[in-house]
């Protein structure tokens, strides 16, 4: 069952075993990786001398960069093969299957688009990331390969979806149908439903409840809001029926003139005093129009799908043992009264009757721990049978072994509620596996990523374009260099700390000790210029209290024209910068593989699982968190 490698690794590697060896080794013994992934922050690169750029790189490779273009650099590091620049025999045990490259006389140098080529220790972390990061290429190996009709959501399913969702509902929904049918065929497991954790609008569960699949869904939503707009969703794709009202007529008539006359009245009233005394009629007259509103008479009957049950249910952990109980309540109840009808293709397997459900928890892009709560539903409801997640949002997953070392200490900050949770943890977060929980390395025993490292692993270089390049590298640029003009206003201070090689560190944010400036995302308009982009982050950060006016009165005298000297004088780093974060966003495939791997080391820890792998379930151009985490228990 599944896929022959349980691990889309790199073949170079023989066996999962190995690779996750080896995966962890770089890891834990990488300086330069865990620099670039975790150890700094785009906000401090202009916030200490030397910068960044200067203080991490090795000056070889510093030398090499600073040659060359920004996309030239993207397609050394993603795309370029690698064989065509090995130089000598100590690289190649790197690459055993490369032939020998054609040797050079001595007058002759070896060239790279004009330049030299990169240099060796380069070239050597270029080609450890790119073996040891998870391959992301798809391959259709589902029902829709086999089932070329079956390409293609129709318009009801598709209401709401954008581009890119419906591609992964297409496909994943494929995938899920194909898992349950292997089950089935293989005798291993009958699943009657499948729970989609935190099922938002529904997209997924509607694919899969529509007579595409005709499949029973569970979709356990926490947000009221979201389950009112899938249903008014399913209403749109006709797979329930719109709601149906019904009144006594003539005391709703009766009911609608009033109110039309108590408004009148009111505003004749309004007409007649003083604006604070009429405000003070009108937060009287708004109770008595909501009454209005919530006619007594009215009763609202909803017909929803027969294939689609909503459960509020907020997830905490793994433990569905609310949900499975309105499970068991809604199918003792229709095979009671006998009022549930399936279409005749169903097989007798999927039909509520079934007085013990066999359930099959997927979520498509789970934020955070969610897709740590649904891995362990396998373990911790009877009913669960099977999981098959596919995670996002690394940035909101928290830390079984509590927060590391955030930064390097040259640009660490100070901060004395960090210092005091320090020792925190969270039994739900990162690592779930015990093998990483407790993995010895140099550094101490079992491996963490803080936020950043993890926030780093959400980034897709693979598909940027220029345009992109160009637009997000001018908004690092800005935030970083308005972060410079903070720290010379006294808006943030850099403090020493005696730990620190250099005598600096990173500033808090701001001098209050409070929160942290979060400047976030402004107009279009706002990057234009510089000048453009203060001015609209003073009038954003402007809205909060005192830290605003904090920072809007430190900034107050300072012109347009002494703006665009801070540009000028920083212009020449924002190739350095653009460097610095290509190799940050490059370098973080290898922490998503470990996340991935870390979820599939915890399934594969568990005696009660058969089978347990992870495998890319659509194209990452569309979508680049495309790996799967299935398990399936004995």
Same mark, same amino acid.
Not at 50 to 57: H, I, Q, S, Y
Not at 205 to 210: D, K, N
Not at 497 to 526: F, N, Y
């Given at each position: 069952?599944?896929?022959e490698?349980?691990?889309?690794? =790199?073949?170079l590697?023989?066996?999962?075993?190995?690779?996750v060896e080896a995966?962890?080794?770089?890891?834990?013994?990488?300086?330069?990786?865990?620099?670039?992934?975790?150890?700094?922050?785009?906000?401090?690169?202009?916030t200490?001398?030397?910068?960044?750029?200067?203080?991490?790189?090795?000056?070889?490779?510093?030398?090499?960069?600073?040659?060359?273009?920004?996309?030239?650099?993207?397609?050394?590091?993603?795309?370029?093969?690698?064989?065509?620049?090995?130089?000598?025999?100590?690289?190649?045990?790197?690459?055993?299957?490369?032939?020998?490259?054609?040797?050079?006389? !001595?007058n002759?140098?070896? &060239?790279?688009?004009?330049?030299?080529?990169?240099? /060796?220790?380069?070239?050597?972390?270029i080609?450890?990331?790119?073996s040891?990061?998870?391959?992301?290429?798809?391959?259709?190996?589902?029902?829709?390969?086999?089932?070329?009709?079956?390409?293609?959501?129709?318009?009801?399913?598709?209401?709401?979806?954008?581009?890119?969702?419906?591609?992964?509902?297409?496909?994943?929904?494929?995938?899920?149908?194909?898992?349950?049918?292997?089950?089935?065929?293989?005798?291993?497991?009958?699943?009657?439903?499948?729970?989609?954790?935190?099922?938002g609008?529904?997209?997924?569960?509607r694919?899969?409840?529509?007579?595409?699949?005709?499949?029973?869904?569970?979709?356990?939503?926490?947000?009221?809001?979201?389950?009112?707009?899938?249903?008014?969703?399913?209403?749109?794709?006709?797979?329930?029926?719109?709601?149906?009202?019904?009144?006594?007529?003539?005391?709703?008539?009766?009911?609608?003139?009033?109110?039309?006359?108590?408004? !009148?009245?009111?505003?004749?009233?309004?007409?007649?005093?003083?604006?604070?005394?009429?405000?003070?009629?009108?937060?009287?007259?708004?109770?008595?129009?909501?009454?209005?509103?919530?006619?007594?008479? =009215?009763?609202?009957?909803?017909h929803?799908?027969?294939?689609?049950?909503?459960?509020?249910?907020?997830?905490?952990?793994?433990?569905?043992?609310?949900?499975?109980?309105?499970?068991?309540?809604?199918?003792?109840?229709?095979?009671?009264?006998?009022?549930?009808?399936?279409?005749?293709?169903?097989?007798?397997?999927?039909?509520?009757?079934?007085?013990?459900?066999?359930?099959?928890?997927?979520?498509?892009?789970?934020?955070?721990?969610?897709?740590?709560?649904?891995?362990?539903?396998?373990?911790?409801?009877?009913?669960?049978?099977?999981?098959?997640?596919?995670?996002?949002?690394?940035?909101?997953?928290?830390? &079984?072994?509590?927060?590391?070392?955030?930064?390097?200490?040259?640009?660490?900050?100070?901060?004395? !509620?960090?210092?005091?949770?320090?020792?925190?943890?969270?039994?739900?977060?990162?690592p779930?596996?015990?093998?990483?929980?407790?993995?010895?390395?140099?550094?101490?025993?079992?491996?963490?990523?803080?936020?950043?490292? !993890?926030?780093?692993?959400?980034?897709?270089?693979?598909?940027?374009?220029?345009?992109?390049?160009?637009?997000?590298?001018?908004?690092?640029?800005?935030?970083?260099?308005?972060?410079?003009?903070?720290?010379d206003?006294?808006?943030?201070?850099?403090?020493?700390?005696?730990?620190?090689?250099?005598?600096?560190?990173?500033?808090?944010?701001?001098?209050?000790?409070?929160?942290?400036?979060?400047?976030?995302?402004?107009?279009?308009?706002?990057?234009? =210029?510089?000048?453009?982009?203060?001015?609209?982050?003073?009038?954003?950060i402007?809205?909060?209290?005192?830290?605003?006016?904090?920072?809007?009165?430190?900034?107050?005298?300072?012109?347009?024209?002494?703006?665009?000297?801070?540009?000028?004088?920083?212009?020449?780093?924002?190739?350095?910068?653009?460097?610095?974060?290509?190799?940050?966003?490059?370098?973080?495939?290898?922490?998503?593989?470990?996340?991935v791997?870390?979820?599939?080391?915890?399934?594969k820890?568990?005696?009660?699982?058969?089978?347990?792998?992870?495998?890319?379930?659509? /194209?990452?151009?569309?979508?680049? &968190?495309?790996?799967?985490?299935?398990?399936?228990?004995?």
């Amino acid at each position: 069952m599944g896929p022959e490698n349980t691990l889309p690794h =790199s073949p170079l590697y023989g066996s999962s075993e190995n690779y996750v060896e080896a995966l962890l080794e770089f890891v834990t013994t990488s300086d330069m990786l865990q620099t670039l992934c975790g150890g700094v922050h785009i906000l401090d690169f202009l916030t200490r001398e030397p910068d960044l750029f200067d203080a991490v790189l090795p000056s070889q490779w510093r030398d090499w960069l600073r040659l060359f273009e920004i996309s030239d650099v993207l397609d050394l590091l993603m795309r370029e093969d690698l064989t065509s620049l090995i130089m000598d025999s100590a690289y190649k045990d790197l690459c055993p299957s490369v032939e020998e490259p054609k040797k050079l006389s !001595r007058n002759e140098s070896r &060239r790279w688009r004009g330049g030299p080529v990169p240099p /060796e220790s380069l070239l050597d972390y270029i080609y450890n990331v790119r073996s040891l990061t998870l391959d992301r290429t798809f391959m259709i190996d589902n029902i829709l390969a086999e089932d070329p009709s079956r390409r293609g959501l129709s318009r009801q399913l598709s209401v709401g979806m954008k581009p890119k969702k419906a591609h992964e509902v297409e496909n994943f929904a494929a995938f899920v149908d194909g898992l349950v049918s292997e089950l089935a065929a293989t005798n291993s497991h009958q699943i009657s439903h499948l729970v989609d954790f935190g099922s938002g609008q529904n997209y997924l569960g509607r694919v899969l409840a529509s007579p595409l699949y005709d499949k029973k869904v569970i979709a356990v939503e926490s947000k009221q809001s979201n389950i009112t707009g899938a249903i008014e969703m399913d209403i749109s794709a006709r797979l329930a029926k719109k709601p149906v009202i019904q009144r006594n007529k003539k005391a709703f008539r009766q009911q609608e003139e009033n109110k039309v006359s108590s408004i !009148r009245k009111d505003m004749t009233m309004l007409k007649q005093i003083p604006p604070p005394a009429a405000r003070a009629v009108l937060e009287e007259t708004q109770p008595r129009e909501a009454a209005c509103r919530n006619f007594p008479d =009215s009763r609202t009957t909803h017909h929803g799908s027969h294939n689609i049950q909503y459960v509020e249910h907020i997830i905490t952990d793994g433990n569905l043992e609310a949900v499975i109980t309105e499970v068991n309540s809604k199918s003792t109840a229709e095979s009671t009264n006998g009022a549930h009808k399936t279409n005749s293709t169903r097989l007798d397997r999927t039909s509520y009757s079934d007085p013990e459900p066999q359930l099959m928890v997927v979520s498509l892009h789970s934020c955070g721990n969610l897709v740590h709560h649904g891995l362990r539903s396998l373990f911790l409801n009877e009913s669960v049978k099977a999981v098959a997640m596919v995670g996002c949002c690394y940035n909101l997953v928290t830390e &079984r072994l509590g927060p590391p070392t955030c930064k390097l200490p040259i640009v660490r900050p100070f901060n004395l !509620r960090l210092e005091r949770s320090s020792c925190a943890c969270d039994p739900h977060g990162f690592p779930m596996s015990d093998r990483l929980a407790s993995y010895k390395h140099r550094h101490g025993e079992g491996i963490r990523m803080n936020i950043t490292a !993890r926030m780093m692993a959400v980034q897709a270089p693979q598909n940027w374009t220029s345009s992109d390049c160009e637009g997000f590298f001018t908004r690092h640029f800005f935030r970083a260099l308005l972060q410079r003009v903070f720290i010379d206003r006294g808006v943030v201070q850099v403090s020493a700390r005696s730990d620190d090689v250099l005598e600096a560190s990173s500033p808090r944010g701001w001098s209050g000790g409070g929160q942290p400036i979060i400047i976030g995302s402004l107009r279009k308009a706002c990057y234009a =210029s510089f000048p453009a982009y203060v001015r609209g982050a003073m009038a954003k950060i402007g809205e909060s209290s005192e830290q605003g006016l904090s920072i809007k009165r430190r900034l107050a005298d300072l012109s347009e024209s002494d703006l665009l000297d801070y540009y000028k004088r920083f212009e020449h780093k924002k190739h350095e910068l653009s460097l610095i974060w290509s190799l940050m966003a490059f370098s973080a495939g290898v922490m998503e593989s470990v996340i991935v791997v870390d979820r599939w080391l915890y399934l594969k820890e568990q005696q009660d699982v058969s089978a347990c792998w992870v495998q890319t379930v659509f /194209e990452h151009e569309h979508s680049p &968190r495309n790996f799967v985490v299935v398990g399936v228990k004995k």
